[in-house]
Each structure stands twice: as structure tokens, then as C-alpha cells.
């Protein structure tokens, strides 16, 4: 299978443009599955709750639709982050595949003043099956608990898709290590770009990638670049969890001697 991280630089608020310019760069980049960045639509560098709800959607709202009409129309497979209005604010993803939604998620993790905008997420981590393969969801900060990529593995997760808007430089590298720990692929779709909004000044660092279990970076993009990256992979490469003929990397977990 053919999987792409798409790489933007969304204009805050401009929410029909910002999809369409994200639309048309999967369309010039055929790929089975494609991952787009955290809040890819609206923006991250929100300035307080009341603007979350000015700018949020419903999972079935304005840019599912817009996602959902390229699926279908091409047989594609798309994850993107947005602003979720629920009974709550989320930070959330959708999974869209040509015959609707596959796979919704909350972010769990929030970082930063995300936690005065959001409610934290309350679906879990998901695992969805796709005709390649198995494929789960997490978002951004997410990274930076080890609980989150192993609670995908443990269901079967052979490919993670980690929509994101990093602004540690951390990031990019802790993902080998998330992969070899968990002998998975991921795929991170980070914006690029700089939002001066209210006072704060976030500046984000691209670098998008994927990585295969083994740790090998197989594309990473700059850090200033709007654009698309992918590869080529058998997710099958993510079920084999055995290090040597003595190790499994599941198998021989001691739960019973953990903290948790």
C-alpha cells in the first residue's frame, strides 16, 4: 500500500480554503492512504473557548463532507484532525474511507492551553481495519506517552496515523523509538508556518515522516515545505512483533510487575 503524509500551512480561520489547498494536494499525490495534520482545516492558535466554538464542526459536518465526497470519488482513505463539537469541544480525527467513516478519536493527551479549549478525549485509542491492514489513531502530543502508541499495538495496530501540529522539536526523533518499541509504522503529518495570535507566537516544524518498525526514517520532509511525502509499504512488516528466536515484543511483557 501507498501511504502519504500531507504536509500544510493553514491560514487561520479560513477553514473552506484551507481544505480545498489540502484536497488539492492529495489530488496531485495518489497514495491509498493519506494523513493530514492536526486541526488542518481551522488552525491551531486558538484564543479562547469562544472561538473553539465559533470554528468547530460535528464529525459529519462541512469538511468530513468535503473529505468523504474525495474518498468516495477515488477510493482513498484520509485521516485528518479537526475542532469536534460534541457534547463537549474536542481536539479529534476522522478516518474517512470511500464508504464513510471508519475511525473517530478524541485526543487524549491535550498539551498546553489545549487543556483550557478542550475536553480530554473519551474514545479510547482505535484500531480500524482497512483492505491493507490494520491502522490506529492518536494525535500530536500523544507521542509523549509511551501508553498511547503500546495501547495501539496490544489491539493489533500495524500502522499508527498521528495527525499533528508540533512545535517541539522532540517529536520527529521520539517516533523511531515509538516504532522499534512497538514494532509498528507511523505516520506523522505535521504543519508547517507561523501563528501570531493574541500575544502568542507559535511557530511549527514540519519535518512530516514516516517510520517502519525497524526505525528507519523512510521520508521525512523540511521544515518551511508545504507538500506530500509517502511510501510504499506491507503493513504486514507491523505484525511480526518476534526480535530473535528467544523474544517477542508482546509476548514477553511482565504487566504483573509494572506501576501503573
Known sequence: MRIAVVQTN???????????????????????LYVLPELFNTGYNFLDAREVAQYAETSGGPTYRAIAEFSARNG?????????????????????????????????????????????????FPVCDLPFGRVGMMICFDWFYPEAARSLA???????????NLVLPHCPDAMVTRCLE????????????????????????????????G?????????RSEGVAWADIDPEAGRNKRLNEF??????????????
Open 10 to 32: 493553514p491560514v487561520f480561520g479560513a477553514v473552506r480554503e484551507n481544505t480545498d489547498r489540502a484536497l488539492a494536494l492529495l489530488s496531485q499525490n495518489p497514495a491509498d
Open 76 to 124: 482513498r482513505y484520509v485521516a485528518y484532525g479537526f475542532a469536534e463539537r460534541g457534547d463537549r469541544f474536542y481536539n479529534s480525527s476522522l478516518l474517512a474511507g470511500p464508504s464513510g467513516v471508519i475511525g473517530h478519536y478524541r485526543k487524549v493527551h491535550l498539551f498546553h492551553r489545549e487543556n483550557i479549549l478542550f475536553s480530554p478525549g473519551d474514545l479510547g
Open 154 to 164: 496490544l489491539q493489533g495496530a500495524e500502522v499508527i496515523l498521528h495527525p499533528s
Open 182 to 213: 512497538n514494532r509498528v509504522f507511523a505516520a506523522t503529518a505535521n504543519r508547517v508556518g507561523t501563528e501570531e495570535r493574541g500575544g502568542t507566537t507559535l511557530a511549527y516544524i514540519g519535518s512530516s515522516e514516516i517510520v517502519s518498525p
Open 215 to 223: 526505525g528507519e526514517i523512510v521520508c521525512r520532509m523540511d521544515g
Open 247 to 260: 523474544n517477542d515484543l508482546l509476548a514477553g511483557r511482565r504487566p504483573d510487575q509494572y506501576v501503573f
